[in-house]
């Protein structure tokens, strides 16, 4: 028998937290799985317990995740932390997996709010050990008190690296170079989108306080061609900027494109999802509410479309208004007066993304890699090779997973997927959009064999499998 | 687009088995396929190349599935000669294992029928207690009460197979032309007129290899073929240092180190969604079979669907009304892929099967074989 | 608190995880990749990349970054693909 709940909120990031928050004060039986020990995502990682005691060095956004928890914490709401979330399905059937044991829960509504990963940036050496994301170095700060003790290479474009950059300068770290690759041309595209973000938008103050303070950080800009060097491990970066080829040793690269909705467990359930082609990535097709399309299921936060923690949170909790009107909870009218606040502070929290979408937008060059750069990290795959392939007439990903393996290691394309879905559409000439993605399944996480082994089975089932 | 001496409609493993064999012997073949998304059972092959247990109730299937293997390393020393790839064959023995006495005796009797059959194929298989089974696979469980080894039964690697095809075919210049879904066939003075989604092209023959796309298209042709999905369920774990060098009729251990777990038959339509229950069975039976199996992590599983004719045996046709259209279905398509490429294509070629091919043709189920 | 990594003592905050714990002790890379025998490292930090792989307390391919590190706990670099059994 498995376990019921009213609420299924499947991520402790902002959106998860908020909503659940809501749902609990609306009466819903709530459990939020995550698989952090502690709740806050990746935003508001470590809030409860970070050992950067100087509040500074992390800023004013990083804190404000301090009241979501607390609120969340009094909420009511369960939280299962430690737990993967492994599979949902169109009926809200959640596969579990804790402590090394593998179970189901159902839920009557479900918000996956996953939240986002960094979008791959795929450059020659960047398995290299001394590679790392950007988020990856936030981690090591807000969760471990930990910053690179020889100067570091920051390289990339978009706010969060700029974030890091400043956390750095705040905490001392020295930068050897901030290789900034947004290409000029981005301007063009960025241009019509400036007054939304000067006027009205929040990020604007922001933004400029941010370039302030990497003033006196070196910096780089229309970086391009750029490469990790070294046997074994990182030694130096290479790239090229103004024409002319550059090199700087470090033995830490830290890389960055903007984060990218975590579709594998939309996709996986059997959510219809759409191409953005303004911040280049697949997001789940949501309503206003975040109602996907498939019935009771919702998907909030950046995993629906990268809008930033404020707006994470926001619609989060119109999620769970609407989750609660569908349980009977709460009537639409109701819904609709309960959930204003967080209507029009979403709005006011997702004036000026287009502008920052375009402005930020990753160069070519970084989404399709050349020759020997490897594409899939678990399979080691080249861009070379999934060339050849598509010249001896691959059409798309899941033919390529036949001629590669790209796709089908443990990181179930979430490492590789864009950049395969790139390549083959410049290849073919086609829109990405039609070239499609990975077709993806349960396990969206990996669980042992025993643990799916001991989940419940059917008589239909030993029919199917044990024949005489 | 050039005139082809014939066009072969499904570019899965049968199609290009066959596409293969016919462009060895020095035809000009078209290769037609679907798109990225299509049911494609060759993606969901298992890999086995397996004898023991082939033939029940048609001893000619046996004889050929048997030719089928003792040429398969022929066909991967081909393979590997014109594209470098490496299909992954081997052939060292496999088991079927028994969790029962009860399951243990039912399988003796069972093969036993089947090599009592008239002009059945012989070849060795043994019957193994649990001692004589824990000799050779030291890591079995304690309910594994016994087991059939053939040490003719062998594994390859599916999608490298597939991509090795691919690869001869479009090194001997054979025309491959995905995403052309086939709208029509026509007779024509030179043959016969296909027309696709992207336009129309003739050649002297057509060989329908669409699988499930085959019941569509063999009456364009005068032929029937009553085949339908049968789903089959996989389970993959992460890549694991070898442990397990001879396959199981349920478990094998890939060349690249994953270990695939099957396997279940399903009538469930087209419908290709995994389900919890049987892959906890198909887990279950594996874990016990193999204890240290248990603490491999899962990271894929698929369904795929089985290309199935009312006995489970494959079709090879001609056509009576349409002179030059042939039509090859099966559900083993790893297995038969060296019969397909090297005993099947040159009758195709030469436009006559021969009266051996009669027990595979679609009188058996009561079809005629004229429309 | 202290962990042995491939036998050597090495000295942990509670509340890390094995990951970071390892980054902070100078472990430049964590494990021979499974195709190609290169060595890796952490990569992602969040549990998305798979690079972090490593056999702790007897138990292959765990994630570092998602295991808190524990009192004695032994941790070993993984060569190549995990073992069975």
Known sequence: MNETVDLAVIGAGPAGLAAATVAAGLGLATVVLDEQPAPGGQIYRAIGDTPLRERAILGADYWRGEELVAAFHASGARHLPGTTVWSLDAAREIGISRDGAARFIQAGAAIVATGALERPFPIPGWTLPGVMTAGAAQILLKASGLVPERPVVLAGCGPLLYLLAAQYRRAGTRIAALLDTAPAANWHRAWRHLPEFALASPYLRKGLALIGELRGVPRRRGVEALRAEGDGRLARVSFRAGGVRHSIDTDLLLLHHGVIPQVNLSFAAGCAHDWDAAQLCWRPRIDEWGASSLDGIYVAGDGAGILGAEAAAERGRLAAFDAARRLGRIDAGRRNVLAAPARHALERASRGRRFLDALYRPPDWARLPEGDTVICRCEEATAAQVLEAVAIGCPGPNQLKAFLRCGMGPCQGRQCGPTVQALIARARGLPEASVGYYRLRPPVKPITLAELAALPKTPEAARAVVRG | MRGHDIAVLGGGLVGSAIAWGLTRLGARVALLDEGDVAFRASRGNFGLVWVQSKGQGMAAYAGWTKRSSDSWAELQDHLRAETGIDAGFARPGGFSLCLSEAELDARIAWMRRLHNQPDMVPYPYEVLDRPALARMLPAIGPEVAGGIFCPIDGHANPLRLLRALHGALKARGADYLPEHAVEGIVRTVAGFEIDTTKGKLGAQQVVLTAGLGNARLAPMVGLTAPVRPQRGQIVVTERAARFLDHPMVTIRQTDEGSVMIGDSQEEAGFDTQVGAPILATMAERAVRMFPRLGQLGVVRTWAALRVMTPDGFPIYQQSISHPGAFLATCHSGVTLAAAHALHLAPHILGGHLPTSFAPFGPARFGVPAAA | ?85
């Open chain 3, 1 to 85: 608190m202290r962990l042995s990594v491939d036998g050597r003592p090495v000295e942990a905050r509670a509340g890390d995880t094995v990951a970071a714990a390892l980054l902070a002790a100078g472990v430049l890379d964590c494990r021979d990749s499974a195709v190609g025998g290169v060595p890796r490292a952490p990569y992602c930090l969040m549990g998305v990349c798979f690079d972090c792989l490593v056999r702790i307390d007897g138990v292959d391919n765990c994630q570092g970054c998602l295991v808190p590190v524990r009192e004695g706990m032994r941790v070993e670099r993984q060569r190549g693909a995990r073992t069975v059994g």
